[in-house]
């Protein structure tokens, strides 16, 4: 055989090679009208990871560091290194710490925020990330009545702020969202205080948006106690509840009445900081849920 045919030979094995491999992964990522929401094991702080049935990907929150890529790497495939969309709920360490890592290593195209600014250095990096346009970011302020429409029939309802949030202390400006997919919804929180909590429950009440009626309901705060107020939980009435705090915090999250007003609920109370990732699937009718270590 000559030697530029051996080559050429050669090369088409590897060709056809990726594309077996490329065949393989298409068909791997195929997810049958399933949508995922994985509640990542990030210590203390938040991240959630969304997949739309039709693939579109989200992340809210980023932790407080490093995690976070460990974690998008157990619920990603290793070849995808894109995000859609990325919403940080407000600009406090344990949202946004891991976030300058993701958007370093998957791209984005839509960066969702409240616009109220922190001091913290973290926080500049990442503005000076989104401003810069060669990475072709588009900012969104997230605005109450705002739809991510993310295909496959999953939409992201924006519930609060409903006005320029300039001057809010952070936690109180957190950006409130419910996620719908079919009969099956979530609500997500931040850092949302019971102040907060209380006021969507009277702006609610009468009857403009969706509703705060959820199947799963992240816990405002870690589980602190500055959050789900009873006449919340009672209207957003879920089946589980999502706590994702870190493993012996220094901030005693979650707080035992808050746990206690839960239970008294009926909710099933899912902790990140005991069980590590929660995952749930829905295929917009049925809801199930997985935990992982
Ligand atoms: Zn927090």
Redesign the pocket.
């Known amino acids: 055989m000559s030697k530029p045919y051996k080559l050429r030979l050669i090369t088409l094995i590897v060709l056809l090679l990726i594309a077996i491999f490329c065949f393989t992964a298409s068909l791997n990522e195929d997810r049958k009208g399933i949508l995922t929401v994985a509640f990542l094991d990030v210590g203390?702080?938040?991240s959630i990871f969304i997949e739309s049935p039709s693939g579109n990907q989200m992340l809210i929150d980023g932790g407080p560091g490093k995690a976070v890529l460990r974690e998008l790497s157990k619920v990603m495939p290793f070849y995808d290194r894109s995000i859609d969309v990325v919403l940080a709920t407000?600009a406090?360490q344990?949202?946004i710490g891991g976030l300058l890592d993701v958007l370093n290593k998957y791209k984005t195209d839509i960066f969702i925020e409240s616009g109220v600014p922190s001091e913290s250095s973290t926080y500049r990096e990442l503005e000076k990330i989104i401003e810069k346009q060669e990475k072709n970011l588009k900012k969104i302020l997230a605005r109450r009545g705002m739809v991510i429409d993310l295909g496959g029939g999953t939409i992201l309802e924006i519930l609060f702020p409903d006005r320029d949030p300039t001057g809010m202390e952070t936690?109180s400006a957190s950006v409130v969202t419910k996620l719908v997919y079919g009969e099956n919804e979530f609500l997500l929180t931040?850092?949302s205080p019971s102040s907060i909590e209380n006021y969507l429950v009277s702006v609610e009440s009468q009857g403009v948006t969706l509703g705060l009626e959820s199947d799963v309901l992240k816990a405002g705060?870690?589980g602190s106690k500055t959050s789900s107020s009873e006449s919340f939980v009672a209207a957003v009435s879920p089946e589980y509840v999502v706590i994702s705090a870190g493993k012996d915090n220094r901030y005693n999250h979650p707080n035992q009445e808050v746990l206690d007003i839960l239970n008294n609920f009926g909710a099933d109370i899912l902790r990140t900081d005991e069980q590590g990732r929660i995952i749930f699937k829905s295929d917009g009718l049925n809801l199930s849920q997985e935990t992982a270590k």
């Open positions: 203390q702080g938040d407000h406090d344990d949202h936690n931040g850092d705060h870690h």
